[in-house]
């Protein structure tokens, strides 16, 4: 559900025709690559390194080094952004702004329901994990697996790409180098167009999924 696009921006004046060189492209590296943007491929073993470091440093670990509250900060910044604009959609299109009020009371829970699952966490790894049983670790894991897959969806979210698949946050349908929050709900505010029943099929989605994430780490 998410990417990591690693680069070596370049210095002025290395080449006047480009900025920076995505060194990933190995299938299409010309001779200018190796001779003249990165001698020898040092810069893409170094980005190799870095990347497989990052990766093992959260494969490793019995327990995985997530937050979720930084999910629901997240989420509720993006939403506090977009429900003015929400707003303002739906009463131009004569519907009931109820909706909008229906996913923010599932946002302000899940914000609730993440701080006291990571209290409860950092509560029980104050002197780390060694107090733990095996099958708390699997059951901590678990949950913030199912966390994270509450939010996926089984094809692309609306106005997205085949790659879009996370309804929280997915490549942008005009560049899929960049990403957005509430994807989805950005390309209702911005096509005008849109039937009321897709707007509100939209909303019942991201509802849906939130409802999903705080019912997978809460405790009741």
């Known amino acids: 559900s998410s990417g990591i696009n690693a680069e070596w921006p370049l210095r002025p004046g290395d080449l006047e025709c480009i900025s920076s060189f995505n060194v990933y492209h190995t299938a299409y590296d010309t001779q200018l690559f190796f001779d003249v943007i990165d001698p020898g491929y040092s810069h893409l073993a170094s980005l190799t390194t870095t990347l497989a470091r ?23 910044s993006w939403w506090n952004d977009l429900k003015p604009k929400l707003i303002q959609v739906c009463k131009k299109k ?6 909008v009020g229906l996913v923010e009371k599932e ?7 993440a701080q006291e699952f990571q209290k409860n966490l950092d509560d029980k790894t104050k002197k780390g994990i060694k107090d733990l049983k095996d099958l708390e670790i699997r059951a901590f894991n678990d949950k913030m697996l199912r966390f994270e897959r509450a939010f996926l969806v089984d094809g692309p979210v609306l106005g997205g790409s085949f790659y879009s698949r996370n309804i929280l946050m997915s490549p942008s349908p005009s560049d899929i180098y960049a990403a957005s929050g509430f994807p989805s709900l950005r390309h209702i505010i911005s096509n005008p167009g849109l039937s009321k029943e897709t707007i509100l099929l939209e909303f019942e989605k991201i509802k849906l999924a939130l409802t999903s994430a705080i019912k997978t780490i809460s405790d009741h």
């Open 107 to 113: 946002i302000t829970r899940l914000s609730t329901a």
């Open 94 to 99: 004569g519907m009931d702004v109820g909706m």
């Open 54 to 76: 990052m990766v093992t440093s959260v494969s490793e670990p019995a327990l995985l080094p997530l937050d979720v509250t930084d999910f629901s900060s997240a989420i509720s």
